[in-house]
């Protein structure tokens, strides 16, 4: 009963703060908005994926706003300093959040936050649902999901898994992968996606879930080999590289991205911000860009992205529950 209420009273909060301003008389403000340079705050350090598409939204939302839009990193915690920052500001559309894959896993994680993370954060627009790469140092002989699982029965100890950390999301997707193929390989975190890389790709671990914009030049170079992709379907941006789900019926991750604005936003200037990030979004060259790191654009409006934020806090609070996973 309680994992089909979950969902029902998440849409609810999520809605109450999209809508809390309604006839707040802001319309005004709405048309100066904005009126000086904007800050984009983003959980991760410089050069990770999460750092990567804050630039890219930062550049092209600057062009259309004609104000600065400026990337401020604040890691640490798995995002939550940056999204604590993001709380406590102005809500007046002057500081925004990268919203990614932590902060719908964090609910489930840390029993105890200095935020409510569906109260005091209002989804403004869906930025991307990006494929994480299941691959493996090349010195591993398997070359398809199917063979991996066979050599992982056989040899478990050679097989340590590396993530970018405790609440990750390769961590908890790789605590879905052993939950159902019934695998219990060991997993080691590393603090951050570079360090988790160069240990796997010095073969000390020797397989892990990464997102695909981080990986895939690895797996281009000949350093790691990709195995398949963890969205339901093949991505174009790795031709020929399966899906997980072909092999394991149901095996579904991928690192959805947005951005989100603290509670008290009027809605006139979230709605606002929503109609310029699609617009910006829908750019050719920027969808290029998006395309290479194999980025599939979201977009919709902000009921919309709440919509798929909900359906992410559901179905990782489920596989965080039945795996234990705590943030100690």
Do not use: C
């Amino acid at each position: 009963m309680l994992e089909k209420a979950g969902p029902v009273l998440m849409k609810q909060t999520f809605a109450m703060g999209i809508t809390a301003s309604v006839g707040t008389g802001t319309e005004a403000l709405a048309l100066k908005y904005p009126s000086r340079p904007i800050t984009l705050n983003v959980g991760f350090a410089p050069g990770g994926p999460n750092d990567i598409l804050g630039r890219l939204v930062a550049k092209a939302l600057s062009a259309r706003l004609g104000q600065p839009v400026s990337v401020e990193n604040l890691p640490g915690e798995s995002g939550n300093i940056a999204t604590e920052a993001a709380v406590k500001s102005a809500p007046d559309g002057h500081t925004l959040l990268l919203l990614g894959p932590a902060n719908v896993i964090n609910i489930s994680i840390h029993k105890e936050l200095s935020y409510d993370f569906q109260k005091d954060i209002i989804p403004v627009a869906g930025i991307t649902r990006e494929p994480l790469v299941m691959v493996v140092h090349p010195s591993v002989p398997a070359r398809t999901v199917p063979e991996f699982i066979a050599y992982a029965k056989t040899k478990p100890a050679d097989l340590r898994v590396a993530s970018t950390g405790n609440g990750s999301s390769p961590h908890v997707t790789m605590v879905l992968f052993n939950s159902m193929t019934g695998l219990d390989l060991p997993i080691e975190h590393f603090q951050g996606g570079g360090p988790a890389l160069k240990n796997i790709i010095s073969g000390s671990t020797k397989m892990m879930f990464e997102p695909m914009s981080a990986s895939i030049d690895l797996v281009r170079s000949g350093k790691l080999r990709a195995l398949a992709v963890t969205t339901a379907g093949p991505s174009a941006s790795l031709p020929g590289i399966p899906a997980v789900a072909e092999t394991i019926a149901g095996f579904e991750a991928s690192a959805v991205t947005g951005i989100g604005t603290p509670a008290g936003t009027p809605k006139e200037i979230v709605d606002k911000l929503n109609a310029e990030i699609n617009a910006a979004l829908s750019d050719p060259a920027v969808l290029a860009e998006l395309a290479a790191t194999g980025g599939e654009h979201i977009g919709g409006s902000p009921e919309d992205f709440a919509n798929v934020l909900e359906g992410e806090i559901a179905k990782w609070s489920a596989v965080v529950k039945a795996a234990g996973v705590t943030a100690d």
